[in-house]
């Protein structure tokens, strides 16, 4: 298992939900992000920077990075016609191409770490079942699932990849479909994230917290 104490973690994604941990963009969202990084240095009594910048040079180093953003639009699978290139542009954007991106930037970073570097992306139960909020949603959360496993396999030994496949549609109706008719809350869900930063010995896996719904 490898120890979080000190490490550097750089979280990408929103000042709220299951981004209550992270460095947002300053430029979109500076009060917001100020008041959350006051709350959690109070309450958890860490440090947290809201920065535009260079994160290696503030932090000295990079050894995780958990990437929370996303976008999608509302659009019924049925309602094909209303599908246009905003819409799949946006997805595949913001669900693949910025994964992609922030990965390779940020690799040359977590390979210089005695123990690696690890990167972890939220996916989507709409990405290894037909459901979602649009077809290029889902589209995009499945190709997701499947670059994680290629940068798994290419930036080995010193890059571990995975995914948490998070069940965000959890309206009463689906709920209905898990086995034990539960699904997991922010704080629950968060601890998935922790727990694989913390392995050592894994990489291109997708861990599901969707409560069975999959199944």
Same mark, same amino acid.
């Given at each position: 298992?490898?120890?979080?104490?000190?490490?550097?973690?750089?979280?990408?994604?929103?000042?709220?939900?299951?981004?209550?941990?992270?460095?947002?963009?300053?430029?979109?969202?500076?009060?917001?992000?100020?008041?959350? =990084? =006051?709350?959690?240095?109070?309450?958890?009594?860490?440090?947290?920077?809201?920065?535009?910048?260079?994160?290696?040079?503030?932090?000295?180093?990079?050894?995780?990075? $958990?990437?929370?953003?996303?976008?999608?639009?509302?659009?019924? !699978?049925?309602?094909?016609?209303?599908?246009?290139?905003?819409?799949?542009?946006?997805?595949?954007?913001?669900?693949?191409?910025?994964? !992609?991106?922030?990965?390779?930037?940020?690799?040359?970073?977590?390979?210089?770490?005695?123990?690696?570097?690890? !990167?972890?992306?939220?996916?989507?139960?709409?990405?290894?079942?037909?459901?979602?909020?649009? $077809?290029?949603?889902?589209?995009?959360?499945?190709?997701?699932?499947?670059?994680?496993?290629?940068?798994?396999?290419?930036?080995?030994?010193?890059?571990?990849?995975?995914?948490?496949?998070? !069940?965000?549609? =959890?309206?009463?109706?689906? $709920?209905?479909?898990?086995? $034990?008719?539960?699904?997991?809350?922010?704080?629950?869900?968060?601890?998935?994230?922790?727990?694989?930063?913390?392995?050592?010995?894994?990489?291109?896996?997708?861990?599901?917290?969707? =409560?069975?719904?999959?199944?």
């Amino acid at each position: 298992m490898i120890e979080l104490r000190g490490k550097n973690v750089l979280i990408t994604g929103g000042s709220a939900g299951l981004g209550v941990n992270l460095v947002v963009k300053y430029s979109n969202s500076k009060d917001s992000a100020e008041a959350l =990084a =006051a709350e959690i240095r109070e309450a958890q009594g860490v440090k947290v920077h809201v920065v535009q910048a260079d994160t290696h040079s503030l932090l000295g180093g990079l050894n995780i990075v $958990i990437f929370n953003a996303g976008w999608t639009k509302f659009v019924p !699978f049925a309602k094909i016609d209303e599908l246009d290139d905003e819409i799949w542009d946006g997805c595949l954007n913001a669900n693949i191409k910025s994964h !992609f991106y922030l990965f390779r930037a940020a690799k040359k970073y977590l390979e210089r770490n005695a123990d690696g570097g690890t !990167f972890i992306v939220s996916a989507s139960l709409a990405g290894r079942r037909c459901v979602g909020s649009s $077809i290029p949603y889902a589209v995009s959360k499945a190709a997701l699932i499947h670059l994680v496993q290629i940068l798994a396999k290419s930036r080995g030994p010193k890059v571990r990849t995975h995914a948490v496949s998070v !069940f965000r549609e =959890a309206i009463r109706e689906t $709920i209905e479909q898990s086995p $034990i008719k539960e699904i997991a809350d922010v704080d629950e869900t968060a601890v998935h994230f922790v727990f694989l930063c913390q392995l050592a010995s894994s990489t291109g896996t997708t861990v599901g917290v969707d =409560a069975g719904v999959y199944l």
